[in-house]
Every structure is written in C-alpha cells, then in structure tokens.
C-alpha cells in the first residue's frame, strides 16, 4: 500500500502538468515581431522588458521546442531524488516532478505526432516501452550482483542526457518554420492593426497555405479552452477509459512479480524479467500497431482493439500455476494493451474539435496515471492477500472491453467548434 501512494504523487505532477501546459506554451511561444531570426531567450525576456502587446507574435514551433526541452529536465532531476536516498517524501516529490515533466513534454508531442499522416504515435510509445524492457533488465543484473540500487538512479542520468541531447537537435526550429510562424503571426497583427499587408519575411516561397495555422490558433486561445472542454461528453468520456486502460496496465505490470513471488513461489533472481516481457509484448504490438494502423480506418481500428484476448491471458494467469506460464500470459497481455495507448490519443483526436485538441491531449494523458486503480489494488491485497490480484486485474480488462465496446463504431464528421 506504501508503494501505492506513490501513485498519488504521480496524479499530482499530472494533473498540475495538464492544467498548466497550455499556459505554459503560450509563455514560451512568444517572440518579437521586429527580430526576423530565431530567439530561444525571447519569452524571457519579454516576461521582464513587458513591450507593447502589438510588438509580440506567437510561434508554435519555438513553443514546442522550448517545452519539450524544459520537460526533459524533470528525468534527471527525479534520479537524483531517489538515489539520495532521503525517505518516502523525497520519493514522493520525484514522483510528482517526473509527472510534471511529462505531462508538459508530451502533451504537444502527442498533438503534433497524432497529425502526421502515418500516425508514428505507436512507433514513439514502441520506443517508450523498449525502455521500459531494458530497465528491469538491468535493474535485476545490478540488483543480483548486490550493487546499492541507488546506482541503478545515478547511472540513468546518462541516459537522460543522451535523451536531451537527441530531443534537442531533433525538435530545434528550422529557419523556414520561424519564418512561417511569423509571417502568421505579421499577419494576424495587421489584421488587428487593420492596415495596409504587412511586411513578411525574406522567404518569398513562403505562402498562407504552408503556414501552420491550427498550431498557431490554438496558442491564440488558450484562455477559453479550459471553459470549453468541460462541457464535452466525449473527452472525459475517452479519459474515464484512459484511466480505466492504464490503472489495468499497471495494475499488471506493477504486481505481477509480488503475485508470483507471494503465490507461484518464483525464483527472485529471475522473477523480474517477467516485467520486461510484458514491456517487449507492448512495444512490438506498438511498432505493428503504427505500420498497420493507417491503412485501417477509423472502424478497422476500432474493432482490432475489440478483438483483444488479454481476458484470457488473464484467466490463464489466474488458473494456470505454472510460473513459466505466467510469464508467457503477462507477455501476451502486453501483445494486447500495447495498441490501446496509442489508439487512445488516435480516438481523441478523431473525435474531439480542432480547436481543444492540446488542452484535450494533455487532459487525457494525465488522465492515464491517475492512480485510483492501482491504489485501490494496493490496500486490497494488503488487507487481505496477493491472491486477490487476479480478481481485479481480471475485473479490469472485462471493463476495459465493454468501455471501448461503447465508443462511436463509425468516425463522426469532423467539426470545429464553431459548427
């Protein structure tokens, strides 16, 4: 139950990400109209100069950019509060700052993959759970060879910087994509000003279509968007089932190791690689997911993830008292949550209107690791026993069925808000 609570940090950095991100990318997308060039620096020094409303333009790209870069931060910054090695509060606050970042980082980078027309959204959370192979991995070599499991913390800080390093040379703005976004925004400032066109930049190539508008508008008005997406059945509907989906996949995950060590007798030298199995079955189905996935439509998607047999691996986990077998099911559980994620944000997207679509990312992705679920799994099987685990884990994917039974069959037209 202790380790549950943890779960409760974790919905803190979540829920404060979600409702700031917005702001938060509003701040860092400002720039100066009169500076033709690239300024990462600008946002903070208009925070402090405070120039006239008409001097200042909005570009999505360094917003973007500058997120994902600032989000980074909370991975490094979270190793370092749990190797100290300080108690539950610091582990704690790791949780919640860790959270934080994430739901700052990938909020925009799930809106921006989601409108690529290949859909890479399952090759990016393939990547995310190849990670999560190769952490218990290593976690169990270093665990078995007696090394502190500080360690484990302070080493994945080279990890984390290699990550930077990558996100920062592979999201930096090319100069036609700050040249575009103030051109829109040269644009929208004469259109206020109602004078004559404006001045735009160098590029003479550059033309309206090729402006990112929808990333550019939604920057442009932030502040109703909060009051927007409350009166929408839809999103809180796909959140509920956001939060149902990860509280299962955790659930699994998470406990699957003290159910084999409290009722299998497993090995507990070995036992922790049946999570890496699990997270191998979720990043292969995801690579599968995001080739396959765009040449389905929006009911062939639907009814692939309908088809999914995690109940029975279920079942056989909860019937079968084999250890190897176990971890053969845990596995192919993992086959079958992993297209759920990313057909999650793809039904986000095909559902809601344009104009909430990052306030709606960020609210379902933080919906995801709210930790009812796991918590209550926690102080059940505390009470009473591990034996319990597969009562509810069971319990879960039967709901996980119906609720995406009950979602639209066919894809409703798409509409702003203003239809």
């Known amino acids: ?191 206020r000003s109602k004078c004559s066109p404006p001045l735009t930049p160098d590029s003479d190539d550059l033309h309206e279509s090729d402006v990112s508008s929808d990333s550019l508008s939604h920057l442009q008005s932030i502040p109703t968007e909060l009051r927007l997406v409350v009166f929408m059945p839809s999103l809180w509907a796909v959140s509920l089932f956001a939060i149902l989906y990860c509280g299962s996949e955790t659930t699994t995950q998470g406990l699957i190791v003290q159910y084999l060590l409290a009722e299998r007798s497993a090995n507990p030298n070995t036992v922790g690689y049946v999570t890496a199995g699990f997270w191998a079955g979720i990043s292969v189905s995801r690579l599968a997911w995001s080739f396959f996935s765009p040449k389905f439509s929006y009911t062939g998607r639907k009814y692939i993830v309908q088809g999914s047999l995690a109940f029975a691996m279920q079942l056989f986990i909860w019937f079968i008292d084999s250890n190897i077998e176990n971890a053969v099911s845990c596995s192919l559980i993992g086959v079958f949550f992993g297209p759920m994620w990313p057909a999650i944000l793809e039904l986000t997207n095909d559902l809601l209107p344009v104009e909430v679509k990052l306030i709606s990312m960020a609210i379902v992705y933080a919906s995801v690791l709210l930790p009812i679920f796991p918590f209550i799994t926690g102080v059940v099987v505390t009470k009473y026993s591990m034996r319990c685990w597969s009562y509810i884990t069971v319990s879960q994917v039967a709901l996980l069925f119906i609720g995406w039974f009950l979602f639209p069959t066919a894809q409703p037209p798409r509409r702003s808000i203003a239809q």
Request: charged share 10%; proline share 7%.
């Open 1 to 191: 139950m202790t380790s549950s609570l943890l779960f409760v940090g974790t919905m803190c950095g979540f829920t404060a990400g979600a409702l700031l991100v917005p702001h938060i990318m509003r701040f860092l997308s400002r720039f100066y109209l009169s500076n033709p060039k690239l300024a990462l620096f600008s946002p903070f020094r208009i925070a402090f100069s405070k120039p006239s409303p008409s001097d200042i333009g909005h570009s999505a790209s360094q917003a973007r950019y500058l997120v994902v870069i600032l989000g980074s931060f909370g991975a490094p910054t979270t190793f370092v509060l749990m190797g100290s090695q300080t108690g539950l509060p610091t582990m704690f606050l790791a949780y919640v700052v860790v959270s934080f970042g994430r739901a700052v980082l990938t909020a925009p980078l799930n809106m921006f993959l989601s409108k690529l027309p290949n859909r890479p959204l399952g090759y990016a959370y393939a990547s995310w759970g190849f990670g999560a192979v190769v952490s218990p991995l290593v976690f169990q070599v270093t665990a078995a060879a007696g090394l502190p499991w500080a360690h484990f913390y302070f080493g994945s800080l080279v990890i984390a910087a290699t990550s930077l390093t990558f996100l920062g040379i592979t999201f930096m703005p090319t100069g036609r994509e700050f040249a575009m976004d103030r051109k829109h925004a040269l644009d929208e400032a004469n259109s």
